[in-house]
């Protein structure tokens, strides 16, 4: 792609870790020196987004079969919405198909190493949170 936005969900959320900002901050952190990305924080449906700002694709990852039932049905829903909006889904190296951010929080919370799983400014910010030394 040409350009790509990554975009942050602006959504209160028990299960997420870190505020919607927070967020916004360490994914441009990240990708800092890709100069086509993006990070934008957005609220509501993800296709009205992407209308607004000229996005035509939007890619998804899938770990397992049953991350593909779920994504379908978005896939399917986003469609009816906004039928100019499609999506493409990617699937990760076998290595890491077991990963979820549930379960990289859990490890972490439990005093394991999830440097193979994050970049190094999500890991401090991980141990900060946990107020342990990264």
Same mark, same amino acid.
Do not use: C, W
């Given at each position: 792609?040409?350009?790509?936005?990554?975009?942050? =969900? &602006?959504?209160?959320?028990?299960? /997420?870790?870190?505020?919607?900002?927070?967020?916004?901050?360490?994914?441009?952190?990240?990708?800092?020196?890709?100069?086509?990305? /993006?990070?934008? $924080?957005?609220?509501?449906?993800?296709?009205?987004?992407?209308?607004?700002?000229? @996005?035509?694709?939007?890619?998804?990852? @899938?770990?397992?079969?049953?991350?593909?039932?779920?994504?379908? &049905? $978005?896939?399917?829903?986003?469609?009816?919405?906004? !039928?100019?909006?499609?999506?493409?889904?990617? /699937? !990760?190296?076998?290595?890491?198909?077991?990963i979820s951010s549930t379960l990289?929080?859990?490890?972490?919370?439990?005093?394991?190493?999830?440097?193979?799983?994050?970049?190094?400014?999500?890991? &401090? =910010? @991980?141990?900060?949170?946990?107020?342990?030394?990264?």
């Amino acid at each position: 792609f040409e350009d790509v936005v990554l975009a942050v =969900a &602006q959504r209160p959320s028990n299960n /997420t870790m870190f505020s919607a900002d927070q967020r916004v901050e360490m994914a441009r952190e990240v990708v800092r020196n890709y100069r086509n990305v /993006t990070v934008e $924080l957005f609220d509501g449906l993800l296709v009205s987004f992407a209308e607004k700002r000229g @996005i035509h694709v939007l890619v998804r990852g @899938i770990r397992a079969y049953s991350d593909f039932e779920y994504e379908f &049905q $978005l896939a399917s829903m986003n469609r009816h919405l906004a !039928p100019d909006v499609e999506t493409m889904f990617l /699937t !990760p190296d076998e290595d890491y198909g077991f990963i979820s951010s549930t379960l990289v929080k859990e490890v972490a919370r439990l005093g394991g190493d999830v440097s193979n799983f994050v970049s190094q400014r999500v890991q &401090q =910010a @991980i141990a900060h949170r946990y107020g342990e030394e990264a």
